[in-house]
């Protein structure tokens, strides 16, 4: 039995079920906590001879992230792009959250400045996230504080897309050493907990082995070593 039969029925009797009305009653569901439910809309809408549109993606986005399932909204984010639409804002900032969440903080900054380079007036939070990506060149933690603190002041709080643009930053041009120190830094202002402290740096590392991984790499490329090295049997780690 299909989700909301009752409601359907009838209007699809009368033949006026559109995509238009699944993407209001999915919203509807979703703003009311409804969230599998409006999933089950988004499912149902591609079961029947109907094709969702780049509002059904955008708010089938927001459902997915709600229940961490954030490959799948990437999927959604990605059919949008596909149709040559461009994402509502509103999706932008629980994505690339949800992303940094599971640790793929590359393609969380590549999102921001998406945002940034199709909205005419993105996010601030966005703008802040760029800025620290862009002092962590001077491999400098004051600097870095100097510029939260700022953001803190404006209103804007500290969230783990912040962290992890300070990470993405000083992994690309500074040190593990400096972006310790601003995480510690937060800690002992009680911005983070301990326990926060830790995960931030556990993904510093992470993160930094993968870059080094990927620079390590490109230059072989470059010098032409990546084929002799696998001709000899040497594994090398993905790109």
Known sequence: MKLLAGVFTPLQEKGCVSVEIYNVLMDSLRLSGEVKKALSLFDEIKE??????????????????ARGEIQEACVCHNKIIEMSCI??????????KGLCEIGKIDEAMMLLRDC?????NGPME?????TLIQICKFNDAEKVI???????????????????AIISGMCKHGTIEEARKVFSNLRDRKLLTESDTIVYDELLIDHMKKKTADLVISRLKFFGLESKLKSKGCKLLPS
């Open 48 to 65: 029947i001879d109907m094709k969702p549109d780049s509002p059904t993606y955008n708010i089938a986005i927001l459902c997915l992230v």
């Open 87 to 96: 994402p509502f804002v509103a999706v932008y900032h629980p994505l690339a």
């Open 116 to 120: 940034l380079g199709n909205a005419t």
């Open 126 to 130: 966005f703008k802040y996230c760029l």
């Open 146 to 164: 100097d510029v939260l603190n700022e953001m803190m002041q404006q209103g804007f709080p500290l969230c783990n897309v912040v962290c992890s």
